[in-house]
Structure formats: structure tokens, C-alpha cells
Nanobody, 118 residues
């Protein structure tokens, strides 16, 4: 059974940084890549960043380009999201999942709350 556990969220001032982590059960990303999504109150969940599991190549939503960096540790089945220059509009619950392209394919974990104060 696929398990995804996100952590690392918190309250930060605008301009600050956070590093999110996602611990996945073994074999979660076989045949898939990994991605981060977020859901703000009253809004639909949206894609933030994805990483090609085999190569580590990252790709991003326009809102994340230049500020966020996704990475992975294959051996540990971990996915990370380094978020810099945070803005109040980044406030959301952040989730990781297995993906193809920009689409998620697994069950959602509990997510981790990121709150950016102005």
C-alpha cells in the first residue's frame, strides 16, 4: 500500500524559506515520477513541481519557477521541496504524490500546512 507522509511545513514570514519533505513507502515511484501539489482554502489542488525519478530533472509551475527547487533521494524514497522567497499567496496545504506529467495517481496523504505571513 502506497503511503506518503509530508512534513516540514510551518509559519514563516514573507521572504522566508521552508524545506518540505515527503517520505514514501518502498516502490511508490516505480514507473512514475514524483511531484508536489498544494491546496489553498477555497481553491482546487494545483501542481507545484515535479521531478523525474530516474534523472532528478525538475519542472515547475510558473508560480514556483525561480523560487522552489524539487529534489529526490532514490535510495531513501524521499522527495523534497525547497521553497525560498515565500509569498503570502504560497499559503496552502502541500502534498506529494506519484505523478505522470502534471497529474497525480496515488492516494493523498495528510499534507503539511504552509502559512506565509505578510
Amino acid at each position: 500500500q502506497v503511503q506518503l507522509v509530508e512534513s516540514g511545513g510551518g509559519l514563516v514570514q514573507a521572504g522566508g524559506s521552508l524545506r518540505l519533505s515527503c517520505a514514501a513507502s518502498e516502490r511508490t515511484f516505480i514507473g512514475y515520477n514524483a511531484g508536489w501539489f498544494r491546496q489553498a482554502p477555497g481553491k482546487e489542488r494545483e501542481f507545484v513541481a515535479g521531478v523525474i525519478w530516474s534523472s532528478g530533472f525538475g519542472y515547475y509551475a510558473d508560480s514556483a519557477k525561480g523560487r522552489f527547487t524539487i529534489s529526490r533521494d532514490n535510495a531513501k524514497n524521499m522527495v523534497y521541496l525547497q521553497m525560498n522567497s515565500l509569498k503570502p499567496e504560497d499559503t496552502a496545504v502541500y502534498y506529494c504524490n506519484k505523478i505522470q506529467g502534471y497529474r497525480a495517481f496515488g492516494s493523498w496523504g495528510q499534507g503539511t500546512q504552509v502559512t506565509v505571513s505578510s
